[in-house]
C-alpha cells in the first residue's frame, strides 16, 4: 500500500510536499517524494489523503484511563491533599465495571484525538484481560503500600502475574509519598520500565523537605512512617529508592525542584520527564522548569494525566497550553515531545514516533490550511482525527 498526503512530516528531517509512504504489512518500507515512491512500488495500491499532513502517531507517555469517568467531577481544591481526599471519595463511589467501562471510554477517546500509543497507568491490573485496547498500549501497574509496606514484594508479585501476558507493561511505584523504599527496590528488579510521579505539588515538597504542610498531616494521620521527612526533597528522596540500579524510568511531573535536585537528574542517562501542561494548570503548580531540564539534555514528553484533572485527552491541546507558556519553543521541538520523545522514553525510538523506512507503521493524518508556517497549523488542530493507521492497518 502507498499512502500519499499534501505533506509528510516525518520528524526524521524535512517535511516532504507531496510525499508518500509505502507499507508492507505493519511497517513503513519507503519514505519520499509521491512521484518517486510510486515507481519504485509500481503495483502498490494507493490511499490519496488529500490535502492533509501525514504525522507519525501521537504518543501519550502518562495517562490513568481508570479515571476517565471523574471528568468534571472534582473541582479545584484548596492544597494537593484535599485533592487526594476528593478523589478517593470518588473513587469509593465506583465498581470494577465502572473501571472497565471508563478505561475503555478512555482509549475511544485517546485514538478520536490521534494518540496511536499510550502509557497508561492503573490500579487495577486484574481488569486489563477485560480490556481490547484499540491502540497501542504500555500497561504500567499503580503500587501503592503507604499502609503496609510490609507487604511490598508480594504487592509487586501480584502486579506482575496480571501483567506477564501483556506484550508491553512495567510498573509504577505511585510516588514517594506512598511507595515505600522497598516497593521501588523490588519493582526495579523486575519491572523492564517504571514510571512514578515525582516532586508534583508544593504540599509534597513541603512534606519532604520542611516536614509539615497538609499532605504531611493527612499521611501522618492515615498512618503512615513520617521518618524519611524534614530531611531531602522529594527528587533527593527519589534518588535513594531508586539506588544504583539505574533503570529506565519515566519520571512524571517534576513541579517542585530545589536547585540541587539539577545536579542529581544529570546524572543518571535513563531517566525521561513527562510533564503535563493542563494537569499542571489545574493545579495551580509552580511554573515548569523546561528551560534548566532542556538544558541539562532531559528527555521532555507532553502528557494528558487523567480526566480527574484535565478536560480531555487531547495531545493537540497539550501542545497548545505548553507553548502558550514557553513560546520561545518553537512548534517543531514541540511536537518532538508527543513523538520522538515518548518513543525513546518506551525505549522504542528505532520503531515508533518518526516516519521511517522499517518503523512500524503508526500514523495519523490531519487537514492543513491557512498561512501560518506548517507545525504551528499542526498543533493548531482541534480534532477529532478522522484517518489513523496502527500497525499498517487503517483504523479511522
Known amino acids: 500500500m502507498i499512502v500519499r498526503s499534501k505533506v509528510v512530516v516525518t520528524m526524521d528531517g524535512a517535511p516532504i510536499e507531496n510525499g508518500a509512504v509505502a507499507i508492507s504489512r505493519e511497517r513503513l518500507v519507503d519514505v519520499g517524494k509521491f512521484s518517486d515512491v510510486r515507481k519504485r512500488h509500481s503495483e502498490a495500491e494507493i490511499v490519496d489523503l488529500g490535502e492533509q ?43 470494577p465495571a465502572d473501571y472497565v467501562r471508563s478505561i475503555n471510554e478512555g482509549f475511544v477517546e485517546a485514538k478520536r484525538f490521534g494518540t496511536t500509543t499510550l502509557a497508561n497507568l492503573t490500579a487495577f491490573p486484574e481488569l486489563i484481560s477485560r480490556i481490547k485496547a484499540p491502540i497501542r498500549t504500555w500497561w504500567f501497574a499503580e503500587l501503592i503500600d503507604v499502609r503496609d509496606p510490609g507487604r511490598a514484594n508480594e504487592i509487586v508479585d501480584l502486579a506482575v502475574e496480571k501483567l506477564r501476558a501483556e506484550k508491553h507493561w512495567g510498573l509504577a511505584p ?15 528488579e523486575i519491572a523492564p520500565l517504571l514510571t512514578t510521579h ?4 508544593r504540599d509534597e515538597m513541603s512534606m519532604f523537605h520542611e516536614g509539615e504542610g497538609e499532605l504531611y498531616k493527612f499521611l501522618k494521620e492515615i ?8 530531611k531531602r526533597t522529594p527528587v533527593e528522596c527519589f534518588s535513594e529508592r ?23 537528574l544529570a546524572r ?14 489545574y493545579f495551580g503548580h509552580s511554573r515548569f522548569q523546561f528551560e534548566k531540564l532542556r538544558d541539562l539534555g532531559s528527555n521532555i ?3 494528558t494525566d487523567s480526566l480527574a484533572s484535565n478536560e480531555d485527552l487531547s495531545l493537540f491541546a497539550e501542545l497548545r497550553g505548553f507553548r502558550g507558556e514557553f513560546r520561545d519553543v518553537s512548534s517543531e521541538e514541540a511536537l518532538k515531545m508527543v513523538t520522538v520523545n515518548p518513543a525513546r522514553a518506551l525505549r522504542q525510538e528505532s520503531a515508533l514516533g518518526k516516519i521511517r523506512s522499517g518503523f512500524i507503521a503508526d500514523l495519523i493524518a ?6 501560518a508556517s506548517l507545525f504551528d497549523r499542526i498543533i493548531g488542530f482541534g480534532g477529532p482525527i478522522n484517518w489513523s493507521m496502527i500497525g499498517g492497518r487503517i483504523v479511522a
Open 174 to 188: 505511585h510516588a514517594p509519598f506512598t511507595a515505600s523504599p522497598g516497593l521501588y527496590r523490588q519493582s526495579a
Open 366 to 371: 490531519i487537514p492543513i490550511s491557512g498561512s
Open 223 to 230: 498512618g503512615r512512617d513520617m521518618s524519611d521527612c524534614g
Open 301 to 303: 514528553c507532553l502528557a
Open 53 to 95: 499532513a501525514l504525522l507519525p502517531g501521537l504518543i501519550n507517555a502518562h495517562c490513568h484511563l481508570d479515571y476517565t469517568c471523574l471528568r468534571g467531577k472534582i473541582p479545584r481544591q484548596k492544597s494537593f491533599a484535599d485533592w487526594i481526599r476528593a478523589i478517593n471519595s470518588e473513587k469509593a463511589k465506583l465498581s
Open 198 to 201: 515525582l516532586a508534583e505539588s
Open 242 to 264: 531508586a539506588g544504583a540500579s539505574n533503570r529506565p524510568y519515566l519520571l512524571v511531573h517534576l513541579n517542585e525542584l530545589a536547585e540541587n535536585d539539577f545536579g542529581l
Open 268 to 281: 543518571s542517562k535513563n531517566l525521561s520527564i513527562v510533564h503535563c501542561p493542563r494537569s499542571h494548570d
